[in-house]
């Protein structure tokens, strides 16, 4: 799997946009990015997936850049309630990977502040 | 549909003694998971297991068994706890491989202190 880089943590305010990078230029082709998030003392949750267009759920947007060297995760109108630790995993689709298993690296702390 | 649920939630125990940790889905999902994560950490898969009977090593078994009886429960065992294992104990599920196991779901997690 593709190892991941992101910034250790990010300040937003409340109600704008949270544009949180990932940088993942050992991506292959067929590797898809995945975005998870860790509110304070609970378990992950699931945000979105994509493996080379622009993905949006409920949650969040998801860009990916051309070459899939990097993408960017974005809280449309971030909370208080979005105050967690992001994190952006790398990995080949889940029938290609024994046991669907996942590997999470350090992630963003992201912090938003009224 | 309660999800993932994870017994205890809280535990204290002493160097030597041993415990069994238990999660439970009530998704049908295949697959089961468990992770530690070290406080300022990413998460550290232990073991998981693709079905029921089966179980396989992840990324640090060392001093964990697991068994998978029933499809719906996944046990965390430790024979003989250490301070090292000191840690949040998460548990997770997903379908197995397609178009819906692109999600893990995740339990609220147990926090096992080892004196």
């Known amino acids: 799997d593709a190892k991941t880089t992101q910034p250790p943590s990010m300040d937003c305010a409340e109600g704008r946009a949270a544009n949180l990078p990932c940088n993942h230029s050992?991506?292959?082709?067929?590797?898809?990015v995945y975005w998870y998030r860790q509110i304070h003392s609970q378990g992950p949750q699931y945000i979105i997936h994509?493996?080379?267009n622009n993905e949006t759920n409920e949650m969040a947007s998801l860009i990916i850049t051309e070459d899939r060297k990097s993408s960017t995760l974005i809280l449309p109108h971030a909370t208080l309630r979005d105050t967690a630790v992001y994190y952006c995993?790398?990995?080949?689709?889940?029938?290609?990977?024994?046991?669907?298993?996942?590997?999470f690296g350090g992630g963003t702390r992201v912090l938003v502040k009224p | 549909n309660a999800g993932v649920t994870q017994t205890p939630k809280f535990r204290v125990l002493k160097t030597g003694q041993s415990m069994t940790l238990l999660c439970a889905q009530d998704?049908?999902?295949?697959?089961m998971y468990w992770y530690r994560q070290d406080p300022g950490m990413g998460l550290r898969l232990i073991h998981y297991?693709?079905?029921?009977?089966?179980?396989a090593k992840g990324e640090v078994p060392d001093g964990y068994n697991v068994s998978r009886l029933k499809k719906q429960n996944f046990l965390l065992g430790l024979e003989s706890a250490a301070p090292s294992q000191t840690s949040v104990y998460f548990c997770?599920?997903?379908?197995?491989?397609?178009?819906?196991?692109?999600?893990?779901?995740f339990g609220p997690g147990t926090r096992l202190t080892v004196t």
């Open positions: 297991s693709v079905g029921e009977g089966t179980t």
């Open positions: 050992t991506i292959s082709g067929n590797e898809y």
């Open positions: 994509g493996l080379k």
């Open positions: 998704m049908n999902h295949e697959y």
């Open positions: 995993i790398v990995r080949v689709p889940p029938y290609e990977a024994a046991g669907n298993k996942l590997t």
């Open positions: 997770a599920s997903s379908f197995e491989a397609g178009v819906r196991s692109y999600e893990q779901y």
